[in-house]
């Protein structure tokens, strides 16, 4: 199993800040998936970060937004930049179990509350 | 997307017994998944069934998947007060996953 965490595990930011949140594993993986959860709502993919290329985003969001770093094979942040209270959620980081993605396993979770 | 649907999107239930949630999608797939989510936490992993299996059994969980109809359901039995949570069904579709809207059970002691 693979054992993921992310900082900061909660926060309240002001509206039209960004925030950073961090994802770190403890073993390497080629894929990195960022998933948002908003009140009451389902996950929903935000983007695919690969280590040595562009990370790929969903329908709907945008790098402008949401960027996101993938520095080496363990790590990987995004970015929620210019918030307002719509970004509201909790955004979690996720990882194959194996190279066959046949599962995932996912981080703790960010809260995150933008007033 | 093919963002799945699940129903129902809250079950309540008295501990002890059964309960099924079901969940529909829209396009192939290479095999479905179940998570538990408590609140306030992290998804947590309980079944994988591939597309060319048609039930899988995980101690008090089984599973079924019917991919002629698209859709699978997942039953808990002899449920638990600590089995409230939500639950989602999550498909893969080749490196990507797609969750559903999730069914909220609760379960009263």
Redesign the interface.
Same mark, same amino acid.
């Given at each position: 199993s693979a054992v993921i965490s992310q900082k900061p595990s909660r926060d309240i930011c002001q509206r039209g800040t960004s925030l950073t949140i961090q994802c770190q594993v403890d073993s390497q993986v080629t894929?990195m $998936?960022w998933y948002r959860q908003q009140p009451g #709502? @389902?996950? /929903?993919?935000i983007a /695919?970060a690969n280590q040595g290329s562009e990370a790929t985003y969903? @329908?709907g969001f945008v790098i402008d937004k949401f960027p996101i770093s993938r520095p080496n094979l363990t790590f990987s942040t995004l970015t929620v930049s210019n918030m307002s209270p719509e970004d509201s959620s909790i955004y979690?980081c @996720?990882v194959p179990l194996r190279a066959s993605?046949?599962? #995932?396993? $996912? !981080?703790? !979770?960010t809260?995150l509350t933008v007033l | 997307s093919q963002q799945g649907e699940e129903d129902p999107q809250a079950l309540s239930i008295q501990e002890g017994e059964n309960a099924t949630m079901n969940c529909s999608y829209k396009t192939s797939i290479n095999n479905l998944q179940w998570y538990r989510q408590n609140s306030g936490r992290g998804l947590v992993h309980l079944i994988l069934i591939r597309s060319n299996e048609r039930e899988k059994h995980s101690g008090r969980l089984r599973v079924t998947l019917d991919t002629s109809k698209k859709s699978s359901s997942l039953l808990i039995t002899a449920s638990r007060a600590a089995d409230t949570a939500s639950y989602f069904c999550a498909t893969d579709a080749g490196n990507q996953f797609y969750f559903g809207t999730g069914t909220s059970l609760t379960v009263i002691p």
């Open positions: 894929m $998936f #709502q @389902s996950l /929903t993919l /695919t969903e @329908s979690l @996720s993605t046949d599962t #995932q396993y $996912f !981080g703790p !979770g809260r | -």
